[in-house]
T-cell receptor, first 114, second 113 residues
Framework: DADVTQTPRNRITKTGKRIMLECSQT?????MYWYRQDPGLGLQLIYY???????NKGEISDGYSVSRQAQAKFSLSLESAIPNQTALYFC?????????????FGEGSRLTVL | LAKTTQPISMDSYEGQEVNITCSHN???????ITWYQQFPSQGPRFIIQ???TKVTNEVASLFIPADRKSSTLSLPRVSLSDTAVYYC??????????????FGAGTRLTVKP
């Protein structure tokens, strides 16, 4: 089983619908992140959380919200999806103060907004 | 202000050594240099990290000159499976936020037979 699990893996929805992408991890890491990737481009940080009571906006947080329900769970919501939010979304985790601070990514959630 | 600059793309052939250079002129004293590799439709994966001089692991080497204003990722004897996007990140160890450890566009490496 993957250490960082994202659901759903693929989702097609319509403009105006509310969508939630969920992420759970078994690595025991405090830090969790949501990234967005558009075709041919790098990753852009949407939101990040360094512990359960900590939520921070990333560089492209408009139109998104998050919830850190527990250390192991971090969900991303699109309250009213629009077509330009069509992208590949990645959840990631990292550990504070251990080793290299490596990011561990989920398998990605491909979202299409029609 | 971008913290890193790297070539958009590079081509190579199987069996060759590939060197990808990243510029980070404004690197801070506490910053580390970290490289990730990303295959299509997959999340990036960590390759190597260094602070100064040379670091080597089973996958790659990382060369960092004394002034730390640039770094070079070296991939020995590449194969077709090394075709991927390579990202250079600079920042405090383990802190990924709006200022540190940002993923830019990366370098798209294409390895040809």
């Amino acid at each position: 089983d993957a250490d960082v699990t994202q659901t759903p893996r693929n989702r097609i929805t319509k403009t105006g619908k509310r969508i939630m992408l969920e992420c759970s991890q078994t690595k025991g890491h405090d830090r969790m992140y949501w990234y967005r990737q558009d075709p041919g481009l790098g990753l852009q940080l949407i939101y990040y959380s360094f512990d359960v009571k900590d939520i921070n906006k990333g560089e492209i947080s408009d139109g998104y919200s998050v919830s850190r329900q527990a250390q192991a769970k971090f969900s991303l919501s699109l309250e009213s999806a629009i077509p330009n939010q069509t992208a590949l979304y990645f959840c990631a985790t990292s550990s504070a103060g251990e080793g290299t601070g490596e990011l561990f990514f989920g398998e990605g959630s491909r979202l299409t907004v029609l | 202000l971008a913290k890193t600059t790297q070539p958009i793309s590079m081509d190579s052939y199987e069996g060759q050594e590939v060197n990808i250079t990243c510029s980070h002129n404004n690197i801070a004293t506490n910053d580390y240099i970290t490289w990730y590799q990303q295959f299509p439709s997959q999340g990036p994966r960590f390759i190597i990290q260094g602070y100064k001089t040379k670091v080597t692991n089973e996958v790659a080497s990382l060369f960092i000159p004394a002034d730390r204003k640039s770094s070079t990722l070296s991939l020995p004897r590449v194969s077709l499976s090394d075709t991927a996007v390579y990202y250079c990140l600079v920042g405090d160890d383990g802190v990924y936020n709006n200022n540190d450890m940002r993923f830019g566009a990366g370098t798209r490496l294409t390895v040809k037979p």
